[in-house]
Nanobody, 126 residues
Framework: QVQLVESGGGLVQAGGSLRLSCAAS????????MGWFRQAPGKERDFVAS??????????NYADSVRGRFTTSRDNAKNTVYLQMNSLKPDDTAVYYC?????????????????WGQGTQVTVSS
């Protein structure tokens, strides 16, 4: 089993920044993919970003709506993945989830992921 615990959400004004953390415990993967998703009220859960890692390094992928503003990274020593969110907009308001998959790839669909965090609320005021 894998436990994912997210933190770092909160209330921020438009144009501000937040950094979300997703700490993994239990069984950890030497290779895999961590994804970030978000769900706004009344909407489906959407892909935001992902980072896939192997023994040779890592690579990232972003939704068009956040590319250039959000950055995801991984601290192997801490088994933690981060989502740095800059230039936040009111449309970024949502519950943000992290999820992990044993599969390495550009995984945009939530069904590709095996374990999920509990979610953290991000609210951007105008």
């Amino acid at each position: 089993q894998v436990q994912l615990v997210e933190s770092g959400g909160g209330l921020v004004q438009a144009g501000g920044s937040l950094r979300l953390s997703c700490a993994a415990s239990g069984r950890t993967f030497s290779t895999g993919t961590m994804g970030w998703f978000r769900q706004a009220p009344g909407k489906e859960r959407d892909f935001v970003a992902s980072i896939r890692w192997t023994w040779s390094g890592s690579s990232t992928n972003y939704a068009d709506s956040v590319r250039g503003r959000f950055t995801t990274s991984r601290d192997n020593a801490k088994n933690t993945v981060y989502l740095q969110m800059n230039s936040l907009k009111p449309d970024d308001t949502a519950v943000y989830y992290c999820a992990v998959s044993q599969t390495i790839g550009v995984l945009h669909h939530e069904n590709s992921y095996d374990y999920w965090g509990q979610g953290t609320q991000v609210t951007v005021s105008s």
